[in-house]
């Protein structure tokens, strides 16, 4: 996913007047959590609070605003909307939503936000792109993630994602070293030998939020034997995601495993983001 701040900047810089919509409360079930954004521009729309008639209220109410007869007057309103039949939802619960007019010093704060949450997004290796490489790299092209896909073959990175980073080197093990903490290392490239070299470091980082290798039940009973000859330990052995996407689902297909596989790595790195 191609970073927030730089899009962000885009749109401040093309939109004109904007204004800022913020959900300021959440009670119940509701489309969005306390703190979700999204920037309003007469032709414009940047992010969204949930969509249904609540953005559409929020949306009329900021072009509203930003209108040139009444922004001279305009600091910031709220909404208090239930979310019932009322309005055509039913989600049940109650979002208060505060729409405030973009000035100069808030437009910093918000590019400054947005360049610290994009610093903090989790980092994903994958190692391999081969045909699973290349549809989980399109997977994650999607979310908010940095994305490095790791390859010995020089053709095997050709067609990735503009938004995923790429790295070609006779030594990928190299890159499990110098990972930041919290990492998911997703292992399938086109050799057991090297994806066992691989896996075997990447349980060697205690701080890995993800350690999957694409594989059956006897490549994950091989990988076993030779991590026991070569000094890993059960406890080590027992982080291991082998195959990646569960066994639930019977689909080899690529697109199937990476989404079933993408869906996995995003809950194991926000469930050890909300730990730390």
């Not at 490489?133 to 095997?156: K, N, Q």
């Amino acid at each position: 996913m191609t970073a927030t701040a730089p899009r962000l900047r885009a749109f401040l810089d093309s939109a004109g007047p904007a204004a800022l919509v913020e959900v300021a409360d959440a009670k119940g079930s509701t489309p969005r959590e306390r703190g979700a954004q999204m920037l309003v521009s007469a032709g414009g729309i940047f992010g969204t609070i949930g969509g249904g008639t609540l953005e559409f209220m929020a949306i009329d109410r900021a072009r509203e605003m930003l209108r040139e007869d009444a922004q001279a007057d305009a600091e910031s309103v709220f909404l208090d909307v239930p979310l019932g039949p009322e309005i055509g939802q039913c989600c049940g619960g109650r979002v208060s939503v505060q729409i405030r007019p973009i000035d100069p010093a808030l437009r910093q704060n918000l590019v400054e936000t947005a360049e610290a949450e994009d610093a903090r997004r989790p980092h994903v290796y994958v190692f391999g792109g081969g045909h699973v490489g290349h549809a989980l790299s399109s997977a994650f092209a999607l979310l908010p993630l940095h994305v490095t896909v790791i390859e010995t073959r020089v053709e095997a990175l050709e067609g990735m994602p503009e938004t995923v980073a790429t790295s070609l080197t006779p030594v990928p093990e190299e890159a499990v070293r110098e990972a930041p903490s919290g990492s998911a290392f997703v292992i399938l490239t086109h050799d057991h030998a090297l994806d066992f070299l691989i896996v075997s470091e990447a349980l060697a980082r205690t701080d890995a939020a993800y350690v999957g290798m694409i594989g059956s039940k006897t490549k994950k009973a091989t990988f076993r034997s030779w991590f026991a000859k070569n000094g890993g330990n059960a406890a080590d052995f027992s982080r291991l995601i082998c195959p990646i996407g569960g066994e639930t689902v019977k689909d080899k297909r690529p697109a199937v495993i990476a989404a079933l596989a993408a869906a996995e790595i995003m809950t194991a790195l926000f469930s050890a983001v909300g730990k730390a």
